[in-house]
């Protein structure tokens, strides 16, 4: 099968073998989603040789259980042992033994094939079309902020970055009802979050030590920076980005200042599904472009372009039919060579498939087997 390899922080596309583990199901990708975290590894975040990639929809090819065959599916990306203490304890993310779809001892989803254990696997609903199913991983992470603290309506919260995760953040927070204000630098991000009535602020605007909860998705030092200053005494700092090397942060201040810090990364996928399911968020308004396989070194590189959100790598031609043969009504694909950068209207130009939407409607429900 083909694949895109990382080795030595080069990316290259490779013929390699079908995977064969026969106690997981084996699944052919349907769409795969470049994160912010597979970039970060190209440049050498953190080491890692194989399959890059962990966002997907999938369908199942081969199974222990047969029932799982044909099924649209997708993955949690933490394969773990369950025998440990942290899985014995509740905490099987944080499994001593754990694999990682795409980042950690396990090849990932940047290929025709891939595989996991079945119980990482979550049917998708039919009227979920692959266009949003994809973000069902970056989703659920957005979520966990929800699993970690209590949002309130009278809360006052600030997001610091809009970017790929930052959008799904925003969106997922809007559903709260707090007073959220959001920080987003390029006019498209901006667009986004104002469409669906996300209220938006500059970093000037930001009232230092006045906000309850303060969400920090930049990733960079003068990201923590900002949302630091921004925080009140005894309010909650989220970080929802990792930051490659060393920072220096004045913890003393901290101490003072009685500030809870939470750590956030991956989250719940069944209401992740089931916030698509009933159109509650559009993760797909993300999509910039849409590469084959075969350009997946081009579309790795397309990502890593300055405000460009989500960029999707098709190993087959699917069109945009589910199983049952529908085509969403709210997505329309053609062939584009235009401007990578030009937006226009609703419409986004990436370099390859433009996706024009209209209304949706939700229908169906969700399980996850």
């Known amino acids: 099968m083909k694949a895109l390899w990382l080795e030595n922080n080069l990316t290259s596309l490779r013929d390699i073998p079908q995977p064969n583990k026969p106690a997981e199901a084996l699944i052919k990708i349907r769409r795969a989603g470049v994160c912010s975290t597979d970039l970060e590894l190209v440049k050498g975040y953190y080491p890692f040789t194989g399959i890059l990639g962990h966002e997907f929809v999938g369908e199942v090819v081969n199974a222990p259980e047969p029932a799982w065959i044909g ?19 509740g905490r099987p993310t944080h499994c ?3 694999s990682v779809l795409g980042i950690t001892n396990r090849d990932g989803v940047f290929a025709e094939y891939t595989t996991l254990p079945l119980e990482n696997l979550y049917r998708v609903p039919d009227s979920v ?4 199913a994809v973000f069902t991983e970056p989703l659920a992470a957005a979520l966990e902020i929800q699993q970690q603290i209590q949002v309130k309506p009278t809360d006052r919260v600030v997001l610091i970055g809009a970017g790929r995760l930052g959008q799904l953040i925003a969106q997922t927070l809007a559903l709260t009802g707090c007073d959220l204000h959001v920080v987003a630098r390029h006019p498209y991000q901006q667009s986004l979050l104002t469409a669906r009535g996300i209220r938006l602020i500059t970093e000037a605007e930001i009232q230092p030590r006045k906000w309850d909860i303060v969400v920090e998705a930049t990733g960079s030092p003068d990201g923590f920076n900002l949302a630091r200053g921004a925080i009140r005494p005894r309010g909650t700092l ?11 942060i004045n913890f ?9 810090i939470i750590g ?3 989250g719940p996928f069944g209401p992740a599904l089931r916030l698509m399911e009933k159109r509650e968020v559009d993760p ?15 579309a ?10 989500k960029v999707l790598i098709e190993p087959y031609r699917q069109g945009h039919s589910l199983r049952n043969g529908h085509i969403p009504e709210h997505l329309h694909e053609h062939d584009d060579k235009g401007d990578k950068n030009n937006y226009t209207g609703n419409n986004r130009e990436g370099s390859r498939i433009v996706f024009a939407r209209k209304p949706i409607h939700p229908n169906g429900k969700s399980k996850r087997s």
């Open 71 to 89: 099924q649209r599916v997708v993955g949690e990306i933490n394969a773990v042992c369950g025998k440990c203490e942290s899985c014995l304890n």
């Open 96 to 98: 001593e033994n754990r």
């Open 129 to 132: 079309p692959d266009e949003m």
């Open 238 to 248: 989220v970080m929802k980005s990792t930051y490659k090397g060393d920072m220096s």
């Open 252 to 260: 003393s201040s901290i101490v003072v200042d009685e500030i809870n």
């Open 264 to 266: 956030s990364r991956c």
């Open 284 to 298: 797909s308004v993300l999509i910039a472009a849409q590469y084959k396989l075969g350009e997946a070194v081009k």
């Open 300 to 309: 790795l590189e397309h990502a890593a372009q300055t405000g460009v959100l």
